[in-house]
């Protein structure tokens, strides 16, 4: 069963416009971390935001933030002001505790477009 | 400070070589992750050091891969009698420690070719 979904494969939005960017996840965990990534065309892996599951509040990060709603499994991206800069593919990720699994697993991702 | 380093930045070989991948993670943390990401795709988990512990490594695809860890430190990934499908970006991060709290810094990957 598929952890981490993003159904967005691609994504338009005009400059200094907000964009959201769908993440919902499984897990019977009672405890996890829920990231979110950005992958310019250079490749590189740049963490952008991180939600654990017990926090309160949504996290932000700057023009960055996290729409959390636990009982519906989905941890949004919102991007406020988009820049030519945010064009990339984003990932969203979890990290379960429980168990012997520490790695990340990530969504199939979302290529976002800024237009001018 | 320095991030996570990774060489060769590109390889190409051919079907059937042997190759090494190296990370070097950032300085202090204890846990190293390799992942792999076939063009288009996600990031597919390979192997997780964390000490002086046993890797876990449940997301190798084959018994051509193998990965060690020198003195907690260093990392090397290793593809024996490389096949095409073996062709990605290998993906090494680092992180502190493994809380759910802890953020993986990834390095700028490898970009491996199979011939």
């Known amino acids: 069963a598929q952890k981490i979904t993003q159904t967005q494969p691609g994504m338009f939005v005009q400059e200094k416009e907000a964009v959201t960017l769908d993440c919902t996840y499984d897990?019977?965990?009672?405890?996890?971390?829920l990231f979110w990534y950005k992958q310019p065309s250079s490749g590189e892996m740049i963490f952008l935001i991180y939600?654990?599951?017990?926090?309160?509040q949504n996290a932000t990060e700057g023009r960055y933030s996290l729409n959390f709603q636990k009982a519906r499994k989905s941890a949004n991206l919102v991007i406020s002001a988009s820049q030519l800069g945010d064009s990339a593919m984003y990932f969203c990720?979890?990290?379960?505790?429980?168990?012997?699994?520490?790695?990340?697993?990530f969504g199939s991702g979302t290529q976002l477009t800024v237009l001018p | 400070g320095a991030g996570v380093s990774q060489s060769p930045s590109n390889k190409v070989t051919e079907k059937g070589k042997d190759v090494e991948l190296r990370c070097d993670p950032i300085?202090?943390?204890?846990?190293l992750y390799w992942y792999r990401q076939s063009l288009g795709q996600g990031l597919e988990f390979l192997i997780y050091?964390?000490?002086?512990?046993?890797?876990?490594k449940s997301g190798l695809p084959s018994d051509r891969f193998s990965a060690e860890r020198t003195g907690g430190s260093v990392s090397t990934l290793t593809i024996q009698r490389t096949q095409q499908e073996d062709s990605a970006v290998y993906l090494c991060?680092?992180?502190?420690?493994?809380?759910?709290?802890?953020?993986?810094?990834f390095g700028p990957g490898t970009r491996l070719l199979v011939l």
């Open positions: 991060a680092s992180s502190p420690r493994h809380r759910s709290g802890e953020t993986q810094y």
């Open positions: 897990t019977s965990d009672p405890s996890y971390g």
């Open positions: 990720a979890m990290r379960e505790v429980a168990g012997s699994a520490r790695q990340l697993t």
């Open positions: 300085s202090g943390h204890t846990a």
């Open positions: 050091f964390q000490g002086n512990s046993a890797p876990d």
């Open positions: 939600q654990g599951s017990y926090d309160q």
